[in-house]
Structures are given as C-alpha cells and as structure tokens.
C-alpha cells in the first residue's frame, strides 16, 4: 500500500485532521499516512506551494498526496487530481500545483467530478480521501474525474527583471519556523541574471552584498568575539531548496527575534536585486 501524505491548514486544535485519517483508514486499513504540515498560514497558497513542493520529492514514487488548503468547492475554485513525476496530488484549483508545474510538466490533470455522488460541506474528508483511496487501490483518474490541459497559476511566482538586465525583484512568499524570510528567486534565476557581476540585495531598509553557502559562515571561528555576537545577524543564502533566504544567524522567536520580525519582513514583501 502507497503513502497517502497529509498538508492542510487544520490545524492541530481540532478535529478535522483526526477525521481525515479516520475515513482513510475505514476505506484502507493498511494504509500509510504522514503528517507533512496542519499549521500552513489559513488560505495561504503560496506557503502551502512551497512547503509541498519541498516535501514531496522525499516520498516514495507513487505517493499520493491530499493538500487541503482553501478546498471550498464553487464555480472559481473546482478540485483536481494530478499525476506529475510519479506522484499524484490531490488539490484545489487555485494555483497551489503552479510552483511544481513550473519546473515539471504533469503527466495527466483531471477535474474532479464525482461532487454529484457526495454531498458536502467538508470535500477534504469527503471527496479528497475518497479520490486518494482510490488512485491507491490502483483506480485511474478518468474514473474521477475529466481530463484538463492548464491549471490556475499563482500571481508574481516568477520573479521580475528589468529590461537592462540588472535588476531582479522578487517577493516574500513563506517565512520559516526560525523566521527566516524565503523569496521566490531560485539560485538558478540569479545565476543566469547575474553573469559574474557584484550585487546588492535590498529588503526594506536593509542591504546585503554577500549570499553564504551556509548559515554559520557569518562567523569567524578564529576570533572570541566573532562566536560571542554572531547570534542574530543578519545574512543571506540560497537555502536547502535554492530559494534566496534572508535570514538571522541562530534567529530566536522569543529572544532575538527572526528576520521577519526584526526586518519587518512579510509575504509578499518586495526584495530586490541590483547589479554592477
């Protein structure tokens, strides 16, 4: 039996995510189910984009994975089914599947519409879980549902450059558990912009004209003083997922704060790069 992944905005106070995984187990006994994220920002589609699209490569091959963000059926917001890399998601039509499909094509897209069978107000427990049980049981998506070419995009994914070609603005689209502030300029994009040219980064009222491998390179081992105030600077890198990061060294919520709080940094916020 596959593994059914779970990503929504339910978040861990009630009794939606328990419910979920009760109809999943009454409909497969020996199913595998794993908790990717329930504490997505509600309604925030860009955060629940990346945070699958990270997660999801982890998986085995034939994975199946139910995204219950802003899942509310109406005639904008129909759901999907998608087969893409050798996995299948299960979703909304509302641009959370536009961050993956940007870098790989899907094999198949249909839109769900077994709705005339099910009557309800909650379509994660009751048309998400059922469509899911079915891909694992071996089902096709023509049974679910009809095959569609386009999905809805996210506005501003792409980052935008100037016609010079020396500048690039990007924007915040998720800050991390550290409050580390996450653009959507990919380590590629920058490269391909950049060309070997100095920069400057800008958020606010804050610059940066160096991008570390890594967070710990800020400090200088070497010096006493160097390791004693390390701790919230500000830097920034390409992260795990080669997103340019700002971040704060060893960032702390509750004592220094993380670069969202003390840069004043949201989602959607603009960041720009300038270069010389």
């Given at each position: 039996?596959?593994?059914?992944?779970?990503?929504?905005?339910?978040?861990?106070?009630d009794?939606?995510v328990?419910?979920?995984?009760?109809?999943?187990?009454?409909?497969?006994?020996?199913?595998?189910?794993?908790?990717i994220s329930?504490?997505?920002?509600?309604?925030?589609?860009?955060?629940?984009a990346?945070?699958?699209?990270?997660?999801?490569?982890?998986?085995?091959?034939g994975?199946?994975?139910?995204?219950?963000?802003d899942?509310?059926?109406?005639?904008?917001?129909?759901?999907?089914?998608?087969s893409?890399?050798?996995?299948?998601?299960?979703?909304?039509?509302?641009?959370?599947?536009?961050?993956?499909?940007?870098?790989?094509v899907?094999?198949?897209?249909?839109e769900i519409?077994?709705?005339?069978?099910i009557?309800?107000?909650?379509?994660?427990?009751?048309?998400?879980?059922?469509v899911?049980?079915?891909?694992?049981?071996?089902?096709?998506?023509?049974?679910?549902?009809?095959?569609?070419?386009?999905?809805?995009?996210?506005?501003?994914l792409?980052?935008?450059?100037?016609?010079?070609?020396?500048?690039?603005?990007?924007?915040?689209i998720?800050?991390?558990?550290?409050?580390?502030?996450?653009?959507?300029i990919?380590?590629k994009f920058?490269?391909?912009?950049?060309?070997?040219?100095?920069?400057?980064?800008?958020?606010?009222?804050?610059?940066?004209?160096?991008?570390f491998?890594?967070?710990?390179d800020i400090?200088?081992?070497?010096?006493e003083?160097?390791?004693?105030?390390?701790?919230?600077?500000?830097?920034?890198?390409?992260?795990?997922?080669?997103y340019l990061?700002?971040?704060m060294?060893?960032?702390?919520?509750?004592?220094l704060?993380?670069a969202?709080?003390?840069m004043?940094?949201r989602?959607?916020?603009?960041?720009?790069?300038?270069?010389?």
């Amino acid at each position: 039996m596959g593994i059914i992944t779970l990503t929504t905005d339910f978040g861990e106070k009630d009794h939606f995510v328990g419910a979920i995984k009760g109809a999943i187990y009454n409909e497969l006994d020996d199913a595998r189910i794993v908790d990717i994220s329930h504490l997505v920002t509600p309604f925030n589609i860009p955060e629940a984009a990346y945070i699958i699209q990270n997660a999801y490569k982890s998986f085995p091959k034939g994975s199946i994975h139910i995204i219950g963000i802003d899942s509310e059926l109406n005639p904008e917001n129909k759901h999907i089914a998608v087969s893409l890399d050798d996995h299948y998601f299960i979703c909304a039509n509302n641009g959370i599947m536009s961050m993956i499909c940007q870098e790989i094509v899907p094999e198949k897209i249909v839109e769900i519409n077994i709705h005339d069978k099910i009557e309800t107000s909650f379509p994660v427990l009751d048309v998400f879980v059922k469509v899911a049980c079915h891909i694992a049981r071996g089902g096709t998506l023509e049974v679910i549902g009809k095959v569609i070419n386009t999905i809805k995009p996210i506005k501003n994914l792409v980052p935008y450059v100037n016609d010079e070609k020396n500048q690039i603005i990007g924007s915040v689209i998720y800050v991390d558990n550290y409050g580390n502030v996450v653009t959507n300029i990919k380590r590629k994009f920058f490269d391909n912009i950049q060309k070997t040219r100095e920069y400057e980064i800008s958020a606010r009222n804050h610059k940066f004209k160096q991008i570390f491998k890594k967070y710990s390179d800020i400090v200088n081992f070497e010096n006493e003083e160097s390791k004693r105030n390390s701790d919230g600077k500000g830097l920034v890198v390409f992260n795990s997922s080669d997103y340019l990061e700002i971040a704060m060294y060893k960032s702390n919520w509750d004592n220094l704060g993380g670069a969202s709080t003390l840069m004043g940094l949201r989602v959607m916020d603009t960041v720009t790069v300038n270069f010389t």
